[in-house]
């Protein structure tokens, strides 16, 4: 599978977010296949070197990007990398950044997109290890009461209307 960027499938909506449509198939199928050949070979955690080297046989297959998840560093591996911990830092359960961007430039040395699973949405609510309570409330970086609290992963929710929250993630990108 190889799909092609245009400016049919990337816009930059009113709120400057970029974002990626593509329409199904003429069948109705949708344009990426569910079927994926890429499959976990064993069930371990796998480090940014030992991923650097599978990713000339991704390619093989004919796909033209790999997504990283969890990127973030986080502290709660049940959680799967939604409770960042920190925002400006890889994972280092992974290994060091440095083999992040030995893989990162091997995927693009393949002409592999690489997409980053960047968690924006929520963070760990611990006291210690998080942003929660940074100024003593919990509302510096989130919404205060029911409102900041995500019942479901238990962790907190950015008031995105806060200028310190975007400016921060604006930052954390950019790194």
């Known amino acids: 599978m190889n799909m092609e960027l245009s400016n049919d499938v990337v816009d ?3 709120f400057g977010v970029w974002e990626i449509f593509w329409p199904n198939n003429a069948d109705g199928s ?3 296949p569910h079927g994926s050949q890429v499959k976990m070979q064993e069930p371990i955690i796998s480090t940014y070197a030992n991923f650097r080297d599978d990713v000339l046989p991704i390619k093989r297959l004919g796909y033209n990007a790999v997504q990283i998840m969890a990127i973030q560093e986080h502290l709660y591996y049940a959680r799967f990398g939604y409770h960042v911990t920190n925002f400006f830092a890889p994972s280092g359960r ?3 950044p440095d083999d992040l961007k030995s893989l990162i430039d091997r995927a693009h040395e393949l002409g592999l997109l690489v997409l980053m699973d960047i968690v924006h949405s ?3 609510n611990n006291v210690l290890d998080g942003l929660n309570m940074f ?3 919990n509302a510096y970086y989130f919404h205060s009461g029911s409102k900041g609290h995500q019942w479901m992963w238990d962790s907190h929710l950015f008031n995105y209307g806060s200028w310190e929250v975007c400016t921060s993630f604006e930052t954390s990108l950019k790194q």
């Open 94 to 96: 992974f290994g060091i």
């Open 30 to 32: 949708p344009p990426i």
């Open 135 to 137: 100024d003593g409330t």
């Open 122 to 124: 929520h963070a760990s």
């Open 12 to 14: 930059k909506n009113e």
